[in-house]
């Protein structure tokens, strides 16, 4: 599916550790890896020559693995430049880390990451960062909705990232507390919540083993985002990956977004997937 894979970087190191899970996914798919480097206007010397020396890294580090790069480095506004050379090369799939002003500022409404997911004409990784070590993750956490987009694309982009680390993948749903009028909240066994998992998850699940992942599901009641954080803590997870937010800004203000939340408070790595190839 993926033949062309972009990492942006900049002068932050967390852009360079996202970049290596880019470096990794291109492994395992045999895709073709872009290092892009757009320098805004206004960057220090400093700035940019620390983001040449990652990019210059990240490029010796994927031509010793064998895999077929290319360093693109332009000046200008970055996300209007990074949509050039996704539609002018043809990307499948850009990586890029988040930044400080995506955690503090709420929706991340304006924010580079944002204008990222929303504007490039194909799937989009944002990651945070939370270890700068090295970069292998053994356990991947996967929070589901009851309702998925492009489930094949979504079992695709895990799959082949637990594939490139050889990790095991958590599926996890987070369901909302079953309650009675006038008894309360009731309580059902470990069985009886795996009965209730919606079709979507099942799906995502069948396709994921298609590929030999090894896998596991969980399901829990609670509120979203803070089951996905206590998951991922008492786990000892390395990474999540999560889809991105379809809620609007309205619906946001009123009823929160668990994205928000765990890019937030995350406790390890996180991938904000968005996937736009269809089924």
Same mark, same amino acid.
């Given at each position: 599916m993926y033949k062309k894979i972009l990492a942006a970087v900049n002068e932050h190191f967390n852009s360079e550790v996202s970049a290596r899970y880019a470096m990794n996914l291109a492994l395992t798919c045999g895709a073709k890896f872009y290092i892009c480097f757009i320098a805004g206007k206004g960057m220090h010397c400093s700035g940019f020559e620390r983001a040449e020396d990652a990019a210059k890294r990240l490029f010796s580090e994927a031509r010793n693995k064998g895999l077929q790069v290319e360093s693109i480095t332009e000046t200008g506004e970055p996300v209007t430049e990074i949509e050039k050379v996704?539609? %002018? #090369? &043809? =990307?499948?799939?850009?990586? !890029?880390?988040? $930044? *400080? &002003?995506? =955690? #503090?500022?709420?929706?991340? #409404?304006?924010?580079?990451? *944002?204008?990222?997911?929303?504007?490039?004409?194909?799937?989009? !990784?944002?990651? $945070?960062?939370?270890? /700068?070590? $090295?970069? %292998?993750?053994?356990? =991947?956490?996967?929070?589901?909705?009851?309702?998925?987009? *492009?489930?094949? &694309? $979504? !079992?695709?982009f895990t799959a082949r990232m637990a594939g490139a680390f050889h990790s095991k993948v958590f599926v996890f749903y987070a369901a909302k507390p079953i309650t009675k009028f006038f008894h309360g909240e009731v309580h059902l066994t470990p069985l009886e919540w795996e009965q209730r998992l919606p079709r979507d998850i099942l799906d995502f699940m069948e396709h994921i083993r298609k590929y030999n992942i090894e896998l596991e599901g969980r399901l829990a009641p609670g509120a979203v985002a803070k089951t996905i954080t206590i998951e991922a803590v008492s786990k000892r997870h390395?990474?999540? =990956? /999560?889809? !991105?937010? #379809?809620?609007?800004?309205?619906?946001?203000?009123?009823?929160?977004?668990?994205? &928000?939340?765990?890019? *937030?408070?995350t406790p390890c790595d996180l991938i904000i997937f968005k996937a736009k190839h269809e089924d």
């Open positions: 996704v539609k %002018h #090369e &043809e =990307i499948d799939v850009v990586f !890029a880390s988040t $930044r *400080r &002003e995506d =955690i #503090e500022k709420r929706f991340y #409404e304006g924010t580079i990451a *944002r204008k990222l997911s929303l504007n490039l004409p194909c799937s989009v !990784a944002l990651v $945070r960062v939370v270890h /700068m070590g $090295r970069v %292998h993750p053994g356990k =991947i956490l996967v929070p589901l909705n009851a309702r998925i987009n *492009r489930v094949k &694309e $979504r !079992a695709y390395d990474l999540i =990956i /999560m889809g !991105a937010s #379809e809620r609007n800004l309205l619906s946001s203000i009123f009823k929160g977004n668990p994205v &928000e939340k765990v890019l *937030r408070d």
